[in-house]
């Protein structure tokens, strides 16, 4: 799968919405239950997962 540990060391900042970010913790608060997860490596995944099922868009867009 596309999990991964984060390097903290090299990791950024992303801003998300109260709302968003309540979505997130609820859902890492599930996954918990059965695995370390963290809404960091969480959204590290879904960025992930994201740019690889967009990857041909994504070249697509860049070459406008």
């Known amino acids: ?14 801003i998300v ?15 918990s239950e059965t695995r370390r997860m963290s809404v960091t490596g969480l959204l590290e995944n879904i ?3 994201h740019i ?5 868009d994504i070249e697509q867009w860049r070459k406008l």
Do not use: F
Not at 4 to 14: I, K, L, N, S, T
């Open 52 to 56: 690889a099922m967009y990857e041909d």
């Open 1 to 14: 799968g596309l999990a991964r540990p984060v390097d903290a060391g090299r990791a950024e900042h992303a």
């Open 17 to 31: 919405s109260e709302e968003v970010r309540q979505k997130l913790d609820q859902i890492v608060l599930r996954l």
């Open 47 to 49: 960025c992930r997962h």
